[in-house]
């Protein structure tokens, strides 16, 4: 394995654009309702929340191998394991993992007080909230995303949906701004949909060692009926912003994400083996990502028209 698969391999790179897609939604929303954008603070933006985004799937690795969970699954038969199985597996020693872990943190870090210098202090309120998010998702005392109870859940809305378009709106504009928030919603809930869906694929094992997400807590089938809640109701807020005047008429483009996501649940039964969910994975990810671009677009050709 190269050093550059080694690297995507431990941040799962694969990932970033659930976090970056909805920092271009909200710089597109500063462009096109204030005339604000400048590009200097949309790349420290974009970079700081990538390098944000690398530290909490990093973290979280780190926290699942120390707490036992990521083992539970590697040694559950006919489970598919999600983490990066560098650290389970022996190809990375834990000291050179959480060094890399570290230094990702630390990029975000600078780069959020740089923009906390050009946009304001304020800003630093996302900055703080949003590592402690990323830390305490698995690491002790709080260990929220083992709860059960829906933290992890809210979490996850506020860390890849409302912080990001929000803040990226704010570090143009200098203001914060309701509008920004409901136009988070719909991104925000389908990446919170992702996350929720990854857990499907390894529940017994999270049951063995003690993380109790929804999944573990509601049982397959009734965590299966609540994914396709959320995968309605994120729609029903993109046509929310739409009815407002918050996107333009022809962002109802943003649906048509909907598709994958529609076809996979058509194929899964109310109880499938863990492989059955790889493609609910993919779809999840797919919707999130194009919903926020055709989303972020549709402001744009908005401005142009």
């Known amino acids: 394995m190269s050093k550059w698969q080694l690297f995507l391999k431990a941040t799962r790179f694969y990932s970033l654009p659930v976090m970056l897609v909805p920092v271009v939604l909200g710089t597109a929303a500063a462009y096109v309702w204030e005339k604000e954008f400048h590009p200097v603070l949309f790349i420290l933006a974009f970079l700081g929340a990538g390098a944000a985004h690398l530290f909490s799937n990093m973290i979280n690795d780190l926290w699942d191998y120390r707490n036992g969970t990521d083992t539970a699954a590697q040694?559950?038969?006919?489970l598919v394991s999600t983490n990066s199985g560098l650290l389970t597996g022996g190809i990375m020693s834990e000291k050179a993992f959480a060094g890399m872990t570290w230094l990702f943190l630390l990029i975000a870090v600078v780069c959020g007080v740089l923009l906390c210098i050009f946009s304001g202090w304020e800003l630093m309120y996302f900055v703080v909230v949003g590592a402690?998010?990323?830390?305490?998702?698995v690491a002790p005392p709080l260990r929220f995303g083992y709860r059960g109870k829906g933290y992890s859940e809210v979490a996850i809305l506020f860390a890849f949906g409302i912080m990001p378009v929000t803040g990226a709106y704010f570090v143009q504009t200098g203001e914060f701004s309701l509008r920004s928030v409901l136009l988070s919603l719909p991104v925000g809930l389908l990446t919170t949909l992702l996350l929720f869906n990854h857990h499907f694929l390894h529940w017994q094992a999270d049951q063995k060692a003690g993380k109790f997400t929804l999944v573990v807590v509601w049982g397959e089938r009734r965590a299966l009926v609540l994914s396709r809640v959320m995968t309605v109701?994120?729609?029903v807020l993109l046509l929310i912003c739409i009815f407002t005047g918050t996107l333009p008429f022809y962002a109802v483009l943003a649906v048509l994400s909907v598709l994958p996501l529609y076809?996979?649940?058509r194929g899964l039964q109310s109880q499938n083996p863990s492989p059955a969910y790889l493609p609910l994975m993919g779809a999840s990810l797919n919707a999130s990502m194009w919903c926020g671009l055709i989303m972020s677009a549709a402001l744009i050709v908005q401005i142009l028209i």
């Open 233 to 235: 109701l994120a729609y």
């Open 263 to 265: 076809r996979v649940y």
């Open 132 to 137: 402690l998010i990323a830390y305490f998702y």
């Open 75 to 78: 040694e559950t038969e006919g």
